[in-house]
């Protein structure tokens, strides 16, 4: 059974920074690309980020570029979100998914359910 757990979302004033975690369990992490998709209310999902499975090959909205960083922890099974520059436009849940390498969600076989991020002006 697949499994995408998401952590670290929180409330953060404008230009602050937070690190959100998924960490995957039933699927072969080492070799499955994952990427982060947001929802804000009343807004469809939206790409966010992308990694590959071996972590040398990342995309970006552009949006987050230059922003936020995704990386990964093959021994840890776990993906990040680094989020620094925070707007209040980044306000959403944000939610992990496997494995493709697809800026389209229905690409996704699996998904987490998600953390809320709250960016204050």
């Known amino acids: 059974q697949v499994r995408l757990v998401e952590s670290g979302g929180g409330l953060v004033q404008a230009g602050g920074s937070l690190r959100i975690s998924c960490a995957a369990s039933?699927?072969?992490?080492?070799?499955?690309?994952l990427g982060w998709f947001r929802q804000a209310p009343g807004k469809e999902r939206e790409f966010v980020a992308v990694?590959?499975?071996?972590?040398?090959?990342?995309y970006y909205a552009d949006s987050v570029k230059g922003r936020f960083t995704i990386s990964r922890d093959n021994a840890k099974h776990t993906v990040y979100l680094q989020m620094n520059s925070l707007k209040p436009e980044d306000t959403a849940v944000y939610h992990c998914?496997?494995?493709?390498?697809?800026?389209?969600?229905?690409?996704?076989?699996?998904w987490g359910q998600g953390t809320q991020v709250t960016v204050s002006s």
């Open positions: 990694i590959g499975w071996s972590g040398s090959r990342t």
């Open positions: 998914a496997a494995d493709s390498t697809s800026r389209d969600s229905r690409y996704y076989d699996y």
């Open positions: 039933g699927l072969p992490f080492s070799t499955t690309a």
